[in-house]
């Protein structure tokens, strides 16, 4: 049971201050009623004493001479004027002795007169009041009138006095509490206001609310500290939300990331294996085809690299803003790499239908592109997986697409191939091979084998060719043949080109310091020639391992010189500048003619070895051999015969004195250690010649 004093305490400060006013006014009211009535009675009674006095005085006046005479009837009749006053109970008239002349009761009264009368004076009581008259005739006392008095009157009146004052005090309470109320509201209004606002805040968390501050006190104080508050609150509120909105945008922008391409705003490849995941059940599902095609730029990578970045870019969104347009609604496009794209063809009523859609994306793209200044032609090769036909996988139908797309580029690009089983093998192997020959270089599986040229004359070597060879752990050695065309095609020559330059160099000056110098041949590929530093690269090299310039010789195809020949006139000239020979390798398989065996500064001419072989017993060769020959005397150029592989052979070249022989018959391409012995053997046989 919670005392008073906890009750009190846990009033609001309305009932509170209420009660106070309550008791503090009621109480002073009481005390003021209280002595209102108290006064009231003993005026009263006072009044009623005197009232009494004067009657008795009157009486004795008036019974003087019936005390005189002894006339106790006449007494009596005095007395009974008594009738008239109310209040008088009884009344009596003593004589001079103090007996009873004549007496007056009240109607229904007992009570009795007092057995004598009281001289000492008159007796006043909450009851009643007493007056005793001393009756004197002439100075001497005769008798003594007496009258009783109650104060049933006074208490009647004091009742009803008591009344009014008690309903005029309580309607003055009424009033008081009534205007305390509305003074009190002055105080408990701004606070419950407050309250409001403070609960309106905590449930609807509007912390924009604020509270009225409509005065200087207290209560304005708190108002001004609440709202301050609020502001506070309001201002982390809003750093919050911003907070929170940020962060929800950065997660937005990530799941966009996630899932879309930024250049295209393509679907990305991981958001293309999850829906190539959806479709291939679909399509179990309902019996329908789903086909999958692989889509890649033929030759995006040159515009990249000569147009840049950026027009890179815009060329690829262009791309895939047309190809989406020429798809259905319901087909998807992803872009899945650099310049490979995917598209899934979902409810497909047969096999073939993908390729109308593969006709249309190549149609799409037969229109030039035109950014900026720059025109571009741009065609793809597509590949086309068909589900269930292919896979029902979504990894096997991504590389079945995949293959039938390298398969499409090696047929000449810019067309489509649906995937056929027999495609995988060779695909495969090109693929693995590339995937291999990418970690080659830094692996340092790559060594350089050297064979030797001779002259028939002398017998002695005049020269090595340096030959690339690649030993992989698990592949063993792969042919040049074999992975050239493929280091060529990705551009992997480049770096593993230079490697060669620069180990063929520096053996070369190792010879020198060792066995004698002996000239170095290294074959440079057309795609080398693509790149821009190739000059200065081979200079650097050159300055670097201390080779003389006119003790290198680089291998060009007629192709290398057909693709660039105008930039390529100034590069060769460069290489003639600095001293560097010039070799045109595998000469007659090309477009050989004499106009650019003039315009370029070569010095050397290789005959290419399918001429060779069959000498001297075709005549077809025999003639080619000695027109190329007769050609390169005439240019005053080195010759070598290469896949020199018999005597016949020897024999037919040895009336040319030009020529210089390189093939099987004296040595097959060497390790640089079996070569170092070659040289050693050579020199000592010089050394006895000597
Ligand atoms: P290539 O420049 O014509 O090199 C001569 C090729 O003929 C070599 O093949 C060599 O082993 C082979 N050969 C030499 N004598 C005979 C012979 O008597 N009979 C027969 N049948 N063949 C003979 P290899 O080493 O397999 O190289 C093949 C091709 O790979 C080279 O043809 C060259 O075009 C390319 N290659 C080799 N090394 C490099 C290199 O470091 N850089 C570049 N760009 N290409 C290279
Ligand atoms: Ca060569
Ligand atoms: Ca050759």
Not at 245 to 254: S, V
Not at 560 to 589: P, V, W
Request: aromatic share 8%.
């Amino acid at each position: 049971m919670p005392t008073l004093h906890e009750k009190f305490r846990d009033l609001p400060i309305r009932h509170k201050l209420g009660a106070i006013n309550l008791v503090t006014t009621g109480l002073a009211l009481c005390l003021a009623t209280a002595v209102l009535i108290v006064t009231e009675f003993f005026s009263y009674r006072q009044t009623l004493l005197e009232d009494v006095r004067v009657q008795a005085a009157m009486i004795g006046e008036n019974s003087a001479a019936a005390l005189v005479f002894n006339d106790a009837r006449g007494a009596q009749e005095i007395l009974s004027g008594l009738a008239a006053s109310p209040s008088v109970v009884q009344a009596a008239v003593f004589d001079a002795r103090g007996t009873l002349l004549a007496v007056y009761r009240r109607a229904g009264t007992k009570a009795m007169p007092p057995a004598q009368p009281d001289p000492d004076g008159d007796r006043v009581t909450w009851r009643r009041l007493e007056v005793f008259h001393g009756v004197r005739v002439k100075g001497e006392r005769t008798g003594t009138v007496y009258v009783h008095a109650d104060l049933d009157k006074l208490y009647a009146r004091i009742l009803w006095y008591a009344v009014l004052v008690t309903v005029a005090v309580l309607a003055a309470l009424a009033a008081a509490l009534l205007l305390l109320g509305r003074l009190q509201h002055g105080i408990t209004g701004p606070l419950m206001r407050l309250v409001g606002i403070m609960r309106e805040v905590s449930q609807t968390k509007n912390y924009a609310a604020r509270a009225a501050v409509d005065s200087r006190d207290e209560v304005g104080a708190l108002a001004s500290g609440f709202n301050a508050m609020l502001i506070q609150i309001e201002g982390h509120q809003r750093d919050l939300t911003q907070e929170l909105q940020e962060r929800k945008r950065a997660e937005q922008r990530l799941d966009y990331l996630a899932h879309y391409d930024t250049v295209t705003h393509l679907p990305n490849r991981h958001f293309f294996n999850e829906k190539l995941k959806l479709a291939i059940p679909l399509a179990l599902g309902t019996g329908n085809h789903a086909a999958l095609l692989f889509i890649d730029l033929d030759n995006f990578k040159i515009v990249n690299d000569t147009l840049g970045h950026q027009i890179g870019d815009r060329l690829l969104k262009s791309v895939a803003e047309r190809l989406g347009a020429s798809l259905r609604r319901g087909d998807m496009i992803c872009r899945i790499g650099g310049d490979e794209f995917a598209v899934i063809l979902e409810g497909l009523g047969s096999r073939d239908d993908a390729s109308m859609v593969a006709q249309k994306l190549h149609h799409s793209l037969s229109q030039v592109f035109v950014l900026d200044t720059h025109e571009i032609f741009v065609s793809a090769s597509i590949g086309i997986s068909v589900c269930p036909d292919d896979g029902t996988e979504s990894d096997t139908l991504l590389r079945h697409a995949d293959t039938a797309m390298y398969y499409a580029k090696e047929r000449g690009k810019n067309n489509f191939q649906y995937f056929q089983a027999e495609m995988t093998g060779k695909v495969l192997k090109r693929l693995t091979l590339e995937t291999h020959l990418r970690r080659a270089l830094e692996r340092e599986e790559f060594t350089l084998y050297y064979q030797p040229q001779y002259d028939l004359k002398t017998r002695g070597i005049v020269g090595v060719e340096a030959l690339l060879r690649w030993r992989h752990p698990e592949l063993g050695v792969v042919n040049p043949g074999e992975f050239i065309p493929v280091a060529e095609e990705t551009g992997l020559i480049v770096p593993i080109g230079e490697w060669v330059l620069r180990t063929a160099c520096r053996q070369w000056s190792t010879w020198k310091a060792t066995v004698g110098a002996v000239p170095v041949a290294v074959n440079v590929s057309g795609r080398q020639f693509q790149e821009d530093r190739l000059v200065d690269l081979v200079l650097e090299i050159v300055a670097e391992t201390g080779i003389e310039p006119s003790q290198l010789t680089l291998e060009l195809t007629e192709s290398t010189l057909m693709d660039n020949s105008e930039t390529m006139l100034e590069e060769l000239r460069r290489f003639e500048r600095a001293g560097i020979q010039l070799s045109i390798d595998d000469f007659g398989t090309g477009y050989s003619s004499m106009s650019y065996l003039t315009r370029f500064p070569v010095n050397t001419l290789k005959i290419d070895r399918s001429f060779v072989r069959d000498i001297p017993g075709d005549a077809d060769d025999v003639a080619i051999a000695k027109t190329i020959i007769a050609m390169g005397e005439s240019l005053n150029l080195k010759i070598v015969a290469e896949g020199v592989e018999n005597l016949e052979q020897v024999n037919f070249l040895q009336a040319y004195p030009s020529v210089a022989v390189q093939g099987y018959y004296f040595s097959r391409p060497v390790p640089v250690e079996a070569l170092t012995a070659l040289l050693q053997e050579q020199q000592a046989g010089a050394a006895r010649a000597a």
